[in-house]
């Protein structure tokens, strides 16, 4: 599973979202990564993530393998949403 995302928020990914996406990935079962600017990511590594420096308009890709992760995916696709982190990619 996975799903692609243009980051939109005016702040891209800080601190608190980041902090929140990474203990959401933490509730999974499921292997989580993020891609971006041509590095990848274990996303439930708040280090991990926070070293990327995800800024508006930069395109991210999130993969996710194991038992849960459809659910995954579509927790986290709403959580980057509501949170105006960023719109899903094509």
Avoid: C, W
């Amino acid at each position: 599973m996975k799903q692609t995302f243009k980051i939109t928020s005016e702040y891209g990914i800080h601190a608190r979202p980041a902090t929140r996406l990474v203990n959401l990935a933490m509730s999974f079962d499921s292997e989580i990564d993020l891609f971006a600017m041509g590095r990848s990511i274990n996303l439930k590594s708040i280090m991990g993530l926070m070293s990327l420096g995800i800024y508006k308009g930069e395109d991210v890709t999130i993969t996710a393998t194991g038992r849960d992760a459809e659910k995954a995916i579509t927790l986290i696709t709403e959580f980057i949403i509501s949170e105006g982190l960023g719109d899903v990619t094509t």
